[in-house]
């Protein structure tokens, strides 16, 4: 008995459902103009966001343009540093940046052909160099090694100084 009690709940429970599912025509009217309201109400926020953001964006060139000419006016009353004007390459680490003369030959200089002409430089450091022009890295002197310690001298036997003078 309990278990047709169940069943016949589930048929009832379906119907009802269906039921509530049926609209009359103003509810369904109703409801189209709702949806159609909320979609117009959208389209308004963000046409409004939209307008908001375009005016926002001419602000900001506004305080771009400002920014930029404050800087550009205080760059003209900057006093130049010497070097500036000259064009020297800043001072970056310990050691001087060399400066070294163009490798120009003079016509009577030039050999016959291109092949006899030496070559002033190697590509490596052609490209070191233009690094340390540009200042990209500190220029760097070559390290000497030091010896802890004086190399010892040995004659050896049957070798003597006075071979060497005789010469």
């Given at each position: ?10 048929v ?9 599912e049926?609209?009359?025509r ?10 159609a ?66 490798a ?19 590509l490596?450091?052609?490209r ?11 220029p ?28």
């Amino acid at each position: 008995a309990g278990e047709s009690d169940c069943a016949g709940d589930g048929v009832s429970a379906a119907r009802a459902a269906r039921a509530a599912e049926r609209k009359t025509r103003a509810e369904r009217n109703r409801l189209t103009r709702r949806k159609a309201h909320e979609v117009r109400e959208a389209r308004r926020l963000a046409a409004k966001s939209l307008d908001q953001q375009l005016r926002r964006v001419a602000a900001i060139a506004r305080e771009v343009e400002q920014a930029e000419r404050a800087k550009r006016e205080a760059d003209e009353h900057r006093p130049r540093r010497p070097e500036e004007l000259l064009g020297v390459p800043k001072k970056l680490g310990r050691f001087k940046q060399r400066t070294e003369p163009w490798a120009a030959l003079l016509s009577d200089e030039l050999p016959s052909s291109l092949r006899a002409l030496p070559p002033d430089s190697t590509l490596l450091s052609d490209r070191y160099r233009s690094v340390h022009r540009r200042n990209l890295m500190e220029p760097r002197m070559a390290q000497t090694r030091k010896r802890r310690y004086a190399l010892k001298e040995y004659t050896k036997k049957g070798f003597k100084e006075e071979d060497w003078q005789k010469l």
